[in-house]
T-cell receptor, first 114, second 111 residues
Framework: NAGVTQTPKFRILKIGQSMTLQCTQD?????MYWYRQDPGMGLKLIYY???????DKGEVPNGYNVSRSTTEDFPLRLELAAPSQTSVYFC?????????????FGPGTRLTVL | KNEVEQSPQNLTAQEGEFITINCSYS?????LHWLQQHPGGGIVSLFM???GKKKHGRLIATINIQEKHSSLHITASHPRDSAVYIC?????????????FGEGTQLTVNP
């Protein structure tokens, strides 16, 4: 199993550009998450999904969109990139049934907006 | 005030020392997680616990639900233990098994 994979690993965007961060998991997990990690700060939840076709906002959803058309994929879309979106983005997945469970993280995408 | 507070923020130890990292939280939880973030950035889950104590190799995690406090201990520390250790909680009643994270403790173990 590859686990959780993310692409790209690094990206530089200009202000106003758009991009999609890809996330795929091969563990048949029902729950998937997108986080951002800013220097010296804890991980913050952007969006999450409890299954295909179901998504919901986290703590910091502004400027982002997600979709979950399959169990495996959970892409994160940035529209009109801003310098405040410079961060490291982590995707995670978990098999959750009746409670919380261990989350498995992807390797991260380091995004810089100039 | 953050819902999850870790201490210390930074910790430097000599190889072989016993290390303790603390986590306090302010909400009712269904579980507490300890994670490790490697120098290269990857994040792995070490423990998930809702009561008592868990042990894996040289790592021990304890939780006191009444005091809303958890500790992560590393026995016989080694330079390869150098990483950021992150405490996170799953608050009771939140949807999606969402986690709230502490800011992390940067551990450096010198040979």
């Amino acid at each position: 199993n590859a686990g959780v994979t993310q692409t790209p690993k690094f990206r530089i965007l200009k202000i106003g550009q758009s991009m999609t961060l890809q996330c795929t998991q091969d563990m048949n997990h029902n729950y998937m998450y997108w986080y951002r990690q800013d220097p010296g700060m804890g991980l913050k939840l952007i969006y999450y999904s409890v299954g295909a076709g179901i998504t919901d906002k986290g703590e910091v959803p502004n400027g982002y969109n997600v979709s979950r058309s399959t169990t495996e994929d959970f892409p994160l879309r940035l529209e009109l990139a801003a310098p405040s979106q410079t961060s490291v983005y982590f995707c995670a997945s978990a098999h959750v049934w009746g409670g919380t469970d261990t989350q498995y993280f992807g390797p991260g995408t380091r995004l810089t907006v100039l | 005030k953050n819902e999850v507070e870790q201490s210390p923020q930074n910790l430097t130890a000599q190889e072989g020392e016993f290390i303790t990292i603390n986590c306090s939280y302010s909400v009712g939880i269904s579980a507490l997680h300890w994670l490790q973030q490697h120098p290269g950035g990857g994040i792995v889950s070490l423990f998930m616990l809702s009561s008592g104590k868990k042990k894996h190799g040289r790592l021990i995690a304890t939780i006191n639900i009444q005091e809303k406090h958890s500790s992560l201990h590393i026995t016989a520390s080694h330079p390869r233990d150098s990483a950021v250790y992150i405490c996170a909680v799953s608050a009771r009643g939140t949807s999606g098994s969402r986690l709230t994270f502490g800011e992390g403790t940067q551990l450096t173990v010198n040979p």
